[in-house]
């Protein structure tokens, strides 16, 4: 289930960012139920989904298939122009795998778009002080085994971004679906933030980053990548 408001974001960025819909082939990656893949062919796009769970999938245009337990994709190399995976990495321990499958499957600068909850803004780094959990990471069921039904992976933009160009991807461009007013309540730590910041960043982009206005207040993080 996605945010109100995320798929919104997600397509704007993925149209801005994709050739024309008639000529783009997407993979809806972890498709669930299939909201957003029917959004894609409702625009035209040429939509494929795949899924741990394919019977869960309930757009009749558009057939889902099944992802293996370890992780293979299925389809051949260089198919996409684009792949979407919304709210999944969260859901994952380990990205290796399934970054190497996405630009296994993705054409030569293809996009790459996830989002994935933001640990980063100022409601959740105030909880993670407190408590020792971030904002939409609860403690972990040590009984549960499947990864739908908990987020397992509480990872930093600047871990988003290393893992990415480990994998093939160069980071393009992050953005937010929407700014948190519960994050506004802290707005007065900004100005200590951006001094540590300044003193600290000198030369380190990814730590002025980790840092930016969205981040700090954004709600879900959309980040966009290409494949080398």
Aim: aromatic fraction near 10%.
């Amino acid at each position: 289930m996605a945010a109100r408001g995320l798929h919104d974001a997600a397509f704007l960025v993925l149209a801005a960012h994709t050739g024309p819909p008639d000529a783009s082939c997407v993979i809806d990656v972890g498709a669930g139920a299939g909201a957003f893949s029917r959004r894609l062919l409702t625009a035209g796009y040429t939509v494929c989904a795949c899924d741990l769970h394919p019977e869960l999938f309930r757009v009749p245009d558009i057939t889902c298939l099944p992802v293996s337990h370890s992780g293979e994709l299925p389809y051949a190399d260089k198919t996409a122009d684009a792949v979407v995976a919304l709210e999944l990495f969260e859901h994952i321990d380990g990205h290796e795998a399934l970054l190497r499958e996405i630009h296994r499957v993705l054409k030569p600068g293809g996009t790459l778009l996830l989002t994935t909850p933001n640990i980063l803004n100022l409601k959740s780094r105030i909880l993670f002080l407190l408590t020792g959990y971030f904002y939409n990471f609860p403690p972990l069921d040590p009984d549960v085994r499947d990864p739908v039904r908990q987020h397992i992976s509480a990872f930093s933009l600047d871990r988003y971004r290393w893992r990415l160009k480990q994998s093939g991807f160069d980071l393009a461009a992050v953005s937010v679906d929407r700014y948190r007013f519960s994050s506004w309540a802290w707005a007065f730590f900004v100005p200590l933030i951006r001094l540590v910041t300044w003193r600290k960043a000198r030369g380190l982009r990814n730590f002025r980053m980790q840092n930016m206005t969205r981040v700090l207040f954004g709600r879900i993080l959309i980040l966009r990548a290409t494949r080398t």
